[in-house]
């Protein structure tokens, strides 16, 4: 699926869902991406980088996105890419991190017009807020493993001090 919406001043924001492309070789020719971004784009352990080409002037974002989906005992993060040319923005999304092209989209509808670089900063800042609840829970959760450490820690020193004692006594 394509999702193409005017951001103003000229300005496009285009959203390619991966899985939903049949052909990625059009990607190339259709929206002119280079094979080596698109490769970053379906490479499901790219790390979180950053790339500018001199040349075009095109800025490439692979941003790790929060797995909402907690399908085992921890989180995983996913790429998501970012590519910021002239007077275009192209995010390159899958299933898992559709929920962020969702805010992206009411973020937008809630602003009049918005400069690529702004509507980018915005994504990102959406990326980076799914990651607070998530630490706020682990912190507690450390919180409460601790707190059962000491108070399990603190019994056995209690019963090695009278042990101690009773020998002491003997």
């Not at 979180?48 to 490439?60: K, L, P, Q, S």
């Not at 009411?106 to 990326?127: D, P, R, V």
Request: a negative charge; proline letters at 1%.
């Amino acid at each position: 699926m394509v999702l193409d919406k005017q951001l103003g001043n000229g300005c496009t924001w285009i959203n390619l869902d991966i899985e939903k492309i049949k052909n990625l070789e059009d990607l190339s020719e259709i929206y002119g991406l280079d094979k080596e971004t698109i490769e970053y784009a379906l490479d499901r352990n790219e790390r979180a980088h950053m790339d500018y080409n001199r040349e075009n002037g095109t800025v490439t974002f692979i941003y790790n996105v929060l797995d909402l989906e907690k399908d085992k005992e921890y989180y995983e993060a996913i790429p998501m890419t970012f590519i910021v040319e002239q007077q275009r923005m192209i995010t390159i999304s899958n299933h898992k991190n559709a929920y962020v092209i969702d805010q992206m989209l009411s973020y937008l509808n809630s602003h009049e017009s918005l400069s690529i670089y702004k509507f980018l900063f915005a994504g990102l800042e959406i990326i980076s807020n799914a990651y607070y609840p998530v630490i706020e829970e682990m912190d507690k959760s450390k919180d409460e493993i601790s707190a059962l450490l000491r108070q399990t820690t603190t019994k056995k020193i209690s019963l090695l001090s009278l042990t101690w004692r009773l020998v002491w006594f003997t």
